[in-house]
């Protein structure tokens, strides 16, 4: 399989659905440093970036919402002095998409991680 941060996301469809946990729980492997978490009975990745101030977490949430805006996929960002908390999911399937997997993997490339 080509590496996750070289794909891009797919549109979703009427038929789409989010995926099972196993096979989440399979391809967490691939983004080091994410959990699946469950909030609200929907699964979602979430990973927390550190930062040795307040302007270099800002300048990475920046580039995450260029890259949301891309894709036309956006997170949960929660910005804070010296960290930022990303959290992926799809609201459409209602827990965790391929999208979500890619747009993981991006999002340590712009973390250098």
């Given at each position: 399989m080509k590496g996750l941060n070289y794909m891009l996301c797919?549109?979703?469809?009427?038929?789409?659905r989010s995926m099972l946990e196993a096979q989440c729980r399979r391809l967490i492997n691939n983004i080091p440093g994410w959990e699946l978490i469950r909030v609200e009975n929907m699964m979602r990745l979430r990973c927390t970036f550190?930062?040795?101030?307040?302007?270099?977490a800002l300048a990475f949430t920046n580039s995450v919402g260029e890259l949301a805006e891309a894709e036309q996929h956006h997170p949960e960002l929660i910005t804070e002095w010296g960290k930022v908390t990303v959290t992926w999911w799809t609201h459409s399937v209602k827990g965790v998409h391929m999208n979500d997997f890619i747009m993981a993997a991006r999002t340590g490339v712009v973390a250098n991680i």
């Open positions: 797919i549109p979703h469809t009427s038929v789409s550190t930062f040795p101030d307040f302007r270099e």
